[in-house]
Each structure stands twice: as C-alpha cells, then as structure tokens.
C-alpha cells in the first residue's frame, strides 16, 4: 500500500501570499493517479486537481499541480479567503485509494 | 447536474448494522463507478470500498473487510453502504463520491453522520 505524507500539516498565510503544499508517496507513483482535494468545514471534498497537474472542471487557474515520481506539489498561487481550507492528495489505485493527511490552510 | 444525495444521520448502538443510502442523479447510473469514503471527527479521509453500479462488482478495503456491503438498486440510480457490527470508532461523516475515470472521485454526496454510542 502506497502511503502519503503531506507536509506542513498547517500553513498560516495571509490572503494574496502563495501558498506551497507538498505530498509524498513512499514509492513512486504513475502522475496519472495523483489527485487534490479542498475540503472546507462541514462540506464535502471537492475535487481540484487530476492527473498531477490538470485542474478539474470550474476550479480557477490560481490553483496548479506539479511533480513525478514521489514528490507532488500543490500551489495557489494568490490566496483568496475562500482557499483557507483543508487540502488532501489522493493515489488513485485500488485497492485501496489512499489519502495523505492533509494539510490546513490557515489565515495568519 | 450531476447529484448524489444521501441518507440523513443516524444514532446507533455498538454491535448494530448501519444502512447508508446515495442517491445520484444527472447522468447515467450505470456508466460509473462509487466509492464510499468515511472521515471521522477532525480526522483525514479513509476509503472503504468500491461498487460497481453495472455489474454490481464490489472491491472492499482491507480495514472492512466481512463488515461492509455495498450494493446497488439500478431501478432508483441508489447505491447503499452496510456497516455491521458497530464500535465507537465507526463514530464518523460516511461520503459515496463518483469514480472519474480510473482517476479520482469528481462528485461527492453531501456526507451522513454515523454516530455510536450506548
């Protein structure tokens, strides 16, 4: 079973800053099968990113996916408040799906 | 639109069954997959297994493994999730969410809150 580790677990900036969130997979894993996830209190997930770097339907460009192999990167580029959030990566490869840990959006 | 509306919240005993209902509408039923997912208070997200709408082909995490069903009634476009012998630990929100593409879940049902407790 491939497990991911996000890091920080939490990361306080302020609107407008870039934010940089990091995933890591214990093997290498195909791009194809890594995908991000925004979660706000009380809500669903929402899917932002599929294939490493292709952003889902209606999410905005300020949100980009990088990376191959073990090291995944998600970034927003200029944070709105409505990006403060929780933000999971996901591989894609049942059985079983497996998620990082996440890593908490905070307002600084 | 695309919709996957779930059954409302429920209270049970440890050692009771759980029946979790995932309505979808806005596409053809049969055409993708399920996945449930679970995520218990301030905690990450657990997958719990997949369903086949189609064939009804289920594939089950190993952590559930002879405690969950999933099954599907093609007739109301429903997918259910079973979890038997309830612990506190079940305690959790339980979300069916739709398989893109062998890739990842595009559309999430709005989550049930599974709460056990004596």
């Known amino acids: 079973e491939i497990v991911l580790t996000q890091s920080p677990g939490t990361l ?97 | 639109q695309v919709q996957l509306v779930q059954s409302g919240a429920e209270v049970k005993n440890p050692g009771a069954s759980v029946k979790v209902s995932c309505k979808a509408s806005g596409y053809v039923f049969t055409t993708y997959q399920i996945h449930w997912v679970r995520q218990a208070p301030g905690q990450g997200l657990e997958w719990m297994g997949i369903i086949n709408p189609s064939g009804g082909g289920t594939t089950y995490a190993e952590n559930f493994q002879g405690r969950v069903t999933l099954t599907r009634d093609t007739s109301a476009s429903t997918v259910y999730m079973e979890l038997t012998s309830l612990r506190s630990e079940d305690s959790a929100v339980y979300f069916c969410a739709r398989d893109w593409n062998d890739r990842s879940l595009d559309y999430w049902g709005q989550g049930t809150l599974v709460t056990v407790s004596s």
């Open chain 1, 12 to 108: 306080s900036l302020s609107p407008g800053e870039r934010a940089t969130l990091s995933c890591r997979a214990s093997q290498s894993v195909r791009s194809s099968y890594l995908a991000w996830y925004q979660q706000k209190p009380g809500q669903a997930p929402r899917l932002l990113i599929h294939d490493a770097s292709t952003r889902a339907t209606g999410i905005p460009d300020r949100f980009s996916g990088s990376g191959s192999g073990t090291d995944f990167t998600l970034s927003i580029s200029r944070l709105e408040p409505e990006d403060f959030a929780v933000y999971y990566c996901q591989h894609y490869h049942w059985p079983p799906v497996t998620f990082g840990g996440g890593t908490k959006v905070e307002i600084k």
